[in-house]
């Protein structure tokens, strides 16, 4: 029996916000323990949760990205459970009016070569709601310890509807999501920090068959990568049990990434009951369509639509706008180039290659380099009208890149330039010709490559500073006189 | 007994503090004094802290000597003693709700009111005792021990703001605030002798308040007369930005405002709900009440019955509602960042477990399962759901009477104040005490007890007023009318 797979993607990001979701208090990252606290985030006797505006902004904005459904009124619940990250016991969150419902997000799979694009389809979303994030336990011996600096920090959570297919699936579906998150400043979804984290209900079933296979929900999959391959271990676990006649339990299952298995958390019989009720402190906030709109005239143009702006107002290969598309800002670094020097996909190669190696080996941001898009686009210029040979190019490069110079400067100051005294040149290649009659003869002959014959000698007398496409045009010319 | 500093209202203390008669910090040696002789009988206090009030004073003294020399105005509560009960942030106070849970927890913050008190130069004094977290009628349920009625040392102050009631009535306090969630103000000002206001919901901050049930509770005064309990409201009215639940409206001038009305020479409207007055309401409470309201005819009014229909359901649908929210909002108190934490707990379940178990006495804990019953899956649509849809009928009752009157005029108590321990085996009995005053929590209307008499046995009975939402200048305008035809606030307890 064959089985396919049937995928739902529960994604929490964290929302770029100066301050936490309901208190003043600074939200941040890797500060010393209990330091981003105050009484509303220690839950001290008394205090009262105010809303961060900011923070409905950004999910509004993710829900417009999206073409999400934007609920007329932000509505607060509590979902009361005790956990010692949790400093009031319940979490403030939405229940049954979600912020946003509906909307999806565009995948790209992976296409049959690197320089192919893949097939693109896209993944239905349910809702996406607002809440507050918790604290962070540290387990020690015999005592565990409870950091604050997390907790109230705005969270999203993005539910997809189980229509993800594998594992390669929920991997392109994470990356369009991140890609469009960091392109609104929604989040920067360094998973690293926790900025993202994912959760996976996986069910199989066979070929065919309508109703969904018992689900089982992964944990802890705190990489791409791991979502990746838990969910690929998941798929063949319980593929595994099923072929050997045994039955999927309902359950929550922690996938380990470095061991690569799983293990069971809990079962269906100890699920929470959450005990959810209209927050009383927190007043329904009304979203009209002045507020929707002002928040749509702030959105980006949106990953996948630029790429296919760029393929075809640029003309540059997809395996350039593959890697310009992915970061907005290289990408209109790449558009003002492209404009500057007329020369989109020239452009595009110096950026995409060199740039982006030396950005990547002295680990600078794009914003910090000084070599900016009018050192590419006159590099480029350079380049085609023969003024600076490729090789010599390279080096030019290198040198703005640490001096920040514009080319021209760089070539006057290290003698880069390309010969451009013409008549030296066609001294040179009257010379070369006039000194080898054979290989004249050879190339009157027919003989295409007797022409190489001549160019030694020609670029020895030029001291390898002449443009090998003049000379070339310079001894045809001569030849045929 | 002849009036001490310690038994005079704020509007005369204020007059003696501008002219020079007297200095705050020798009207707060008056206070502690008289708190020092009487306060082993009445026990209003969870804690006091004199050294920090009279330096309070002496900084008041020292506030209006500045402006005095500067011109600048002075607020009618500068210097002005004010207990705050023990469920409202003061910061570097304690602040314990009564419970074993918070017995050594002292609070870094201050409450948005207190932060007002002390703008307008009010001496934060005291902390009050009250019922559990403030549930409870009597505050029978305090982990700290029972209030003393001044009037009766045998009996309760009522609650849960028992120790806010009997402070002011005692001479232990010019003034004092405390929470309303059911009728916790006004039950207790009328079964001591005083008045006791509960704002529309949304026109005080809460944000310092230890939540009870969050869409019902409402800090307001305690005081000596309308004059000073409107004195207070003004002081500590107003949108906060630290709750969201305050309202965005102007804080009008309660005491100019009633001072118009007044003059203009209003005739009030006044609605009395037939279903107030019905069985289990004491035959010397219902006299005393018809007595005012003959009070009120004389005055010109137009008195009329109305009906507020559904308030047989009202104390249903206030215990689902508020049990609810406490059980959520008490869910904090966990041993984890403070509070009592249980010393042989095993981990962290056997923490929660043993923590509360040991900190919450039983009528909270009582609060805390029906709470958690009503909002569990299942049971959630019966129960929270529906007392949710009483709630908008029994304030549609409300808004439906006031299209014929200005306000309603009630008991505020079934009975004066009862003998200690009388209702304390009995849970239900306890609850129907409130009967009269829930409705106006549910329905986030101003309320306000005034003195209007008392039984034969001397224990004082006290009237409630209920007026428009956010109409508190009017609701005033109404209790003054009354007070000021009557000495029942001048009948001091012998102590």
């Known amino acids: ?334 558009e003002e180039a492209a404009r500057l020097s007329g020369k989109p996909q020239a452009a595009g190669n110096w950026i995409t290659n060199d740039l982006l190696r030396e950005l990547g080996a002295s680990k600078t941001p794009l914003s910090a380099s000084k070599v900016r898009p009018a050192h590419v686009a006159g590099l480029v210029k350079l380049v085609e009208d023969g003024t600076i040979l490729s090789n010599a190019a390279k080096e030019v490069f290198i040198d703005m890149f640490h001096s920040g110079e514009m080319p021209e400067a760089v070539l006057a100051r290290k003698g880069l330039k390309a010969e451009t005294n013409l008549e030296d040149l066609e001294r040179w290649c009257a010379e070369a010709i006039a000194a080898n009659s054979k290989s004249v003869a050879d190339y009157k002959g027919g003989k295409e490559s007797a022409l190489n014959a001549f160019k030694g000698p020609v670029m020895r007398a030029a001291k390898g500073k002449a443009d090998p496409k003049r000379v070339d045009e310079t001894l045809r010319r001569l030849l045929a006189q | 007994m002849p009036q001490e500093l310690f038994n005079k209202p704020v509007t005369e203390l204020s007059g003696m503090l501008a002219r020079g008669e007297v200095s705050a910090v020798e009207l707060m040696r008056s206070v502690a004094e008289r708190t020092r002789k009487v306060e082993p009988k009445v026990h209003a206090f969870n804690s006091l802290d004199e050294e920090d009030a009279l330096a309070q004073a002496a900084a008041s003294d020292a506030r209006r000597a500045a402006a005095k020399a500067s011109g600048a105005e002075v607020h009618a509560l500068e210097g002005i003693p004010i207990g705050i009960k023990d469920v409202i942030s003061v910061a570097g106070q304690p602040l314990t709700a009564s419970s074993r849970m918070l017995a050594t927890f002292v609070s870094p913050y201050d409450a948005t009111v207190t932060t007002k008190l002390k703008a307008a130069g009010a001496i934060c004094w005291g902390r009050l005792n009250l019922d559990e977290f403030a549930m409870g009628s009597s505050t029978e349920n305090s982990a700290f021990g029972v209030t003393s009625n001044p009037y009766d040392l045998e009996r309760v102050p009522g609650g849960s703001s028992g120790g806010s009631a ?118 010397e409470v219902g006299a005393a009440v018809q007595a005012a309201i003959a009070e009120y005819t004389k005055l010109g009014c137009e008195v009329r019955e109305v009906s507020l229909p559904h308030t047989k359901y009202a104390v249903g649908a206030y215990y689902i509602i508020a049990t609810a929210e406490c059980s959520s909002n008490l869910a904090r108190f966990d041993g984890v960042r403070y509070g009592h934490r249980s010393k042989d707990a095993t981990d962290a379940l056997d923490l929660y477990f043993k923590s509360r178990a040991e900190g919450f006495g039983p009528e909270v804990k009582r609060r805390i399962i029906l709470g958690t019953y009503v909002l569990s899956s299942g049971y959630y649509d019966a129960y929270y759901l529906r007392a949710q849809k009483v709630r908008t009928l029994i304030r549609r009752d409300f808004l439906e009477a006031y299209k014929q009157v200005d306000a309603i005029v009630t008991p505020t108590s079934p009975t004066p104040a009862f003998r200690k321990g009388e209702k304390a085996a009995n849970p239900l009995a306890m609850y129907l005490n409130d009967i009269y005053t829930i409705g106006v929590n549910l329905a986030g209307l101003p309320g306000i007890s005034i003195p209007c008499g008392f039984t034969g046995g001397g224990l004082p009975i006290g009237l409630q007023i209920i007026g428009q939402p956010f109409k508190e200048t009017e609701l005033l305008a109404v209790a003054r009318s009354y007070e000021e035809r009557n000495d029942w606030r001048n009948r001091f307890p012998t102590l």
């Open chain 2, 166 to 283: 009997a402070s002011v009535a005692a001479g232990e306090a010019i003034a004092s605030l405390g929470s309303d969630t059911g009728g916790s103000i006004r039950q207790p000002a009328a079964l001591c002798n005083i008045v006791g206001l509960k704002p529309s919901y949304g026109r005080v901050s809460r944000y310092g308040l230890i939540a009870f049930a969050s869409s019902l509770d409402q800090i307001g005064p305690f005081a000596r007369s309308v004059d000073d309990a409107a004195t207070v409201l003004g002081a500590i009215s107003g949108h906060d930005r630290r709750d969201s639940t305050s309202l965005r409206m102007e804080v009008p001038d309660y005491r100019r405002g009633m001072d118009e009305l007044r003059k203009s020479g209003r005739k009030w409207r006044l609605g009395i709900p037939k279903e107030y007055f019905g069985e289990g309401l004491d035959p």
């Open chain 1, 1 to 334: 029996m064959t089985y396919e797979t049937v995928i739902g993607l529960e994604v929490h990001v964290q929302l770029k916000t100066r301050s936490k979701m309901f208190t003043r208090v600074a939200a941040g990252y890797g500060h010393p323990e209990n330091t981003l606290t105050d009484p509303v985030v220690l839950a001290l006797p008394g205090t009262l949760p105010v809303m961060n505006k900011d923070a409905l902004d950004k999910i509004i904005k993710a829900g417009l990205l999206l073409g999400c459904d934007i609920a007329p009124v932000c509505k607060w619940d509590r979902k009361n459970y005790f956990y010692p990250d949790s400093p009031k016991n319940y979490q403030i969150s939405q229940y049954d009016q979600p912020i946003c419902r509906g909307g999806s997000v565009e995948i790209e799979l992976p296409g049959p070569a690197r320089n192919v694009m893949g097939e693109h389809k896209r993944i239905a979303l349910t809702r996406i709601h607002l809440e507050e994030d918790v604290g962070k336990l540290n387990h020690g011996e015999g005592a565990s310890l409870v950091d604050f600096n997390r907790a109230g920090t705005p969270l999203m959570e993005i539910v997809s509807e189980p229509v993800i297919q594998s594992a390669d699936e929920a991997f392109a579906y994470l990356t369009a999501l991140k890609t469009i998150m960091i392109y609104g400043g929604i989040s920067d979804c360094d998973m690293e920090k926790g900025q993202l984290r994912c959760d996976a209900n996986i069910s199989i079933r066979p070929v065919g068959q309508e109703a969904l296979g018992t689900k089982v929900e992964l944990k802890n999959l705190n990489s791409f990568s791991f979502v990746r391959d838990g969910i690929a271990h998941e798929i063949r676990r319980q593929t595994a049990v099923v072929e050997s006649g045994g039955k999927i339990v309902q359950e929550t299952r922690d996938y380990d990434g470095q061991t690569g298995t799983s293990q069971s958390l809990r079962s269906k019989e100890m699920a929470h009951d959450y005990r959810y009720f209209p927050d009383p402190d927190l007043m329904p906030v009304e979203v009209d369509s002045a507020w929707k709109e002002s928040i749509r005239s702030g959105c980006p143009e949106l990953p996948f639509d630029k790429q296919r702006r760029l393929l075809e107002q640029y003309q540059v290969p997809y395996t350039i706008t593959s890697v310009l598309v992915p970061d907005g800002e290289l990408s209109d670094y790449f």
